[in-house]
């Protein structure tokens, strides 16, 4: 049974609703010429929800596992779409949505292949519908490929389709886009298609900010740029613009800027495969891969070591890695092929006026999800300069294999009744820069075997 939300509003403008849409049997009007005005977009849901109820809901296979119905905005496709939306528990006050990246949520589809190496989900939520200045009851996550400018994704007209293009506050929207709901951090909920007028004004005002200074909800259209004869009475104006020039254009302007092809200049990073990736596909444990220049990777900080030795590096998870492992049925028993050692190492912290910040940052360990369940991750400079195997893999090794006692001895030092044997943290920090580690690495070439491994060049040359 669905539950309009929420009740007493129409579901087009700000009076007391009066009448229940017939069809689906969430949607409010205050008026049939509301419900009129309405209709061109509420009926592709409207006359689908009978397919998404109870009785439909794909049943768990997993603890924890649940379905809801979700929106999805599929940029093949002029309108939006009910679907179920697969989620789990994770911990005690968080659900994980990771399908989103799987194929059939924000990576396949048919019109943007991309691997799930280089899909991944970028989230806005939002609790209150700024146009009515309305609570809406839960919280609406709007879902999508975070670097979809640059990763060849198509213009989503099914946003463009529920968007008022009289709105001087819309973005062009590319790749695909999930709208999904919670009522709270461990409770999923149903969308229902009085949802969809909630998702559509998130849209009309994504780029809406108070120094605009639009006090009401007459004054957002008010101050939209139109013409008289384009305007309608109603507050809702008729799409007039194509926002399917803007996107086109943006991407024109950002291929001149780079000066080079849609997608950036190539970067040559470092995937570090997990026990899986090694063992049963035996892919080398450390692999050179070329990454776009505007890859998300860019965008996050550099790990504490490695910017203590001038090499700042970057270190992402391989999006679906976990799941895909998970899912396998060719793994031997005895194995937990998402481990990744090295890519755990990389992150540990080394920041002696940082307070430590469990499960977060804390002085010689990594952050709790670099601790498990960490699958293949990307490795790659923040100067954007080609990194190789070989400097990735000598850094892990000399943070665990050289840095790692003198974390352990220092803080051991700590807990010493004889003060007299205690280390401050500058103790090791003295060990942590470009000469120790150029030292270091000198020496990491010379016990190799691989004539390949002995001739790498400096990172710093």
């Known amino acids: 049974m669905t539950t309009p939300n929420p009740p007493g509003y129409c579901d087009e403008c700000k009076k007391i609703a009066s009448q229940l849409c017939g069809g689906c049997r969430s949607s409010l009007y205050c008026s049939r010429v509301c419900q009129k005005i309405a209709w061109s977009t509420h009926k592709h849901l409207c006359k689908t929800l ?138 999923v909920v149903d969308l229902i298609p009085s949802d969809l007028r909630h998702i559509g004004d998130f849209f009309n005002s994504f780029k809406y900010s108070p120094v605009d200074k639009v006090d009401n909800y007459d004054d957002y259209y008010a101050s939209s740029d139109s013409d008289d004869s384009n305007v309608s009475n109603h507050p809702r104006k008729p799409l007039k613009l194509s926002l399917y020039e803007e996107f086109r254009q943006i991407l024109s302007v950002r291929k001149k800027m780079m000066g080079e092809k849609l997608g950036g200049k190539k970067v040559t990073a470092v995937r570090i495969n997990c026990n899986g990736d090694v063992t049963v596909d035996n892919r080398p444990r450390y692999e050179a891969c070329e990454i776009s220049s505007s890859h998300p990777i860019f965008e996050q900080a550099a790990t504490d070591i490695s910017q203590r030795v001038d090499l700042p590096i970057l270190v992402r998870r391989t999006p679906g890695s976990v799941d895909t492992w998970a899912k396998r049925n060719d793994v031997p028993t005895s194995m937990v092929p998402w481990v990744n050692t090295a890519g755990t190492f990389l992150n540990i912290g080394c920041q002696p006026e940082r307070e430590n910040d469990f499960p977060g940052y804390s002085w010689g360990f990594a952050p709790m999800i670099w601790q498990n369940s960490v699958g293949a991750v990307l490795v790659a400079r923040q100067d954007k300069k080609d990194l190789l195997p070989g400097h990735v893999e000598a850094l892990a090794e000399y943070i665990k294999e050289y840095l790692m006692p003198f974390f352990q001895k220092q803080r051991e030092s700590e807990y010493c009744e004889d003060e007299n044997l205690f280390l401050d943290k500058y103790y090791l920090m003295k060990e942590v820069g470009l000469e120790r580690f150029e030292e270091y690495f000198q020496g990491w070439k010379l016990r190799q075997t691989d004539p390949v491994k002995q001739r790498t060049a400096s990172p710093y040359a």
């Open 50 to 187: 009978q397919d998404f109820q109870d009785q439909n809901r794909p049943a768990a296979t997993d603890k924890g596992e649940k379905y809801s119905r979700a929106i999805l905005f599929d940029p093949a496709r002029a309108h939006p779409q009910f679907i179920w939306l697969k989620s789990r528990n994770n911990c005690t006050d968080s659900i994980e949505l990771d399908d989103l990246a799987d194929e059939g949520g924000l990576a396949n589809f048919t019109k943007s292949k991309f691997t799930n190496d280089h899909v991944c989900d970028k989230r806005i939520e939002f609790v209150r519908n700024k146009l009515l200045d309305r609570s809406i009851g839960h919280c609406i996550y709007i879902s999508y490929r975070d670097n979809y400018f640059n990763d060849g994704s198509e213009f989503n007209g099914a946003v463009s389709g529920i968007s008022d293009s009289a709105s001087k506050y819309l973005h062009a929207w590319g790749g695909p886009i999930i709208a999904h709901s919670t009522n709270n951090p461990m409770s």
